[in-house]
C-alpha cells in the first residue's frame, strides 16, 4: 500500500469481524513496525500480544472492575482536558454518537458505547504497549507513540484495522495479572487489531482534523 493512501485511510476502527487474526500476520506486522525511529535508538517498546482466553479474561476483568465503579488508576496520567482540546474530545463524542443514532438521554446505549473500549471493542486481538519503570522522561513515550502509529499504519497493508485505546488498559491490574505483564513494567496504551466491520456505523467516521493555519508558523520562506 501506498505510502500516502495509508497515512490518509488509518482511521480508528471500533467494532471487527469475529474472524481471528493469525499470530503469522501480527508477527509479520510487528516486525515492520519495530523499525520505527527512537530517542538514540533505545527502542523502549515492550509489547503482549493477546487473543483467545487470554483477551476475554482482560475484557470480563475490565468490565467487572468498570462496572462495580472502581476508580480507574492508568500506569500514566491520562487528561484531564481543558480548553480548545476538551472541546475537540466533546466534538468527536457528538460524531460517533450521531453516527451510532445514541441520544443524549439514552444513559444505557451511552454506558454500553463506555464499555466497548474496555472490551477492546470485541476485537479478535489486542497489542498491550509498555514500557519499563527504569525509563524516564518524555522521550520513551514519544516513542512508544511513533512505535503504535508504525503498527497501526502496517496493520492496514494485511487488511487490519486498530485502534488505539487507553480504555483497554485504564485498570492496568487487569491486563497485568492475564497477560502476566511485571510490574516493574509501565502499561501505557493497548490496540485493538483485527478485521474491520464496515458495516458498523461508528467505522464510518471521518475525524476532523484542523487546518494547517490553526497549528503550523513559517519564518524565513518567500
Ligand atoms: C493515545 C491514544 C489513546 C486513545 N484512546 C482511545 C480510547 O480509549 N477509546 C477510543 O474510542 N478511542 C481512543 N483513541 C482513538 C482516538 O479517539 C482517535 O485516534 C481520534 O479520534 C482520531 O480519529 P482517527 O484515529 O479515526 O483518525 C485513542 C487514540 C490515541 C492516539
Known sequence: MDILEAIRTRKSIRSFKPE???KEVLEKVIDIARRSPSAANTQPWEITVVAGEVLDNIRKGNIEMLTS???PEPDF???PYEDKY?????DLAIQLFGLMGIVREDKERRAEWWQRGFRFFDAPAAIILSI???LKGVMPLFDLGLFAQTICLTALNYGL???IEMQGVMFPEVARKFAHIHESKRIITSIAIGY???????N???????????FVTWYGFA
Open 204 to 214: 464510518k467516521l471521518e475525524s476532523k482534523r484542523e487546518p494547517i493555519e490553526d
Open 86 to 90: 476538551k472541546q475537540r474530545r466533546v
Open 77 to 79: 496520567p491520562y487528561g
Open 196 to 202: 474491520p466491520d464496515w458495516d458498523f456505523p461508528a
Open 20 to 22: 481471528p487474526v493469525s
Open 69 to 71: 465503579g472502581v476508580t
Open 132 to 134: 519499563d519503570r527504569l
Open 161 to 163: 484495522g486498530t485502534c
